[in-house]
């Protein structure tokens, strides 16, 4: 009696460690996801002043 009741123990002891590392790497997939988030709109920020920048210089060459 002993042997099942401790295969059904750590059963729920593994079901419960899949249960903490499902929450972490859910946790760590939203913060990567806001990472990717930020880093997107720092590229287009990076983007849209590189072609301000291109107009610019395009205008001043126009004017040579």
């Not at 401790?6 to 990567?32: C, I, K, N």
């Not at 930020?38 to 001043?60: F, G, V, Y």
Request: proline share 2%; net charge positive; hydrophobic share 60%.
């Amino acid at each position: 009696m002993f042997w099942p009741m401790f295969a059904v123990a750590v059963g729920f002891l593994g079901l419960a460690v899949l249960g903490v590392l499902a929450v972490r790497v859910f946790l760590e997939a939203q913060r990567l996801g806001r990472q990717v988030a930020d880093s997107a709109r720092r590229i287009n920020r990076a983007a849209e002043d590189l072609e301000r920048a291109a107009a610019s210089t395009a205008r001043a060459v126009d004017a040579l």
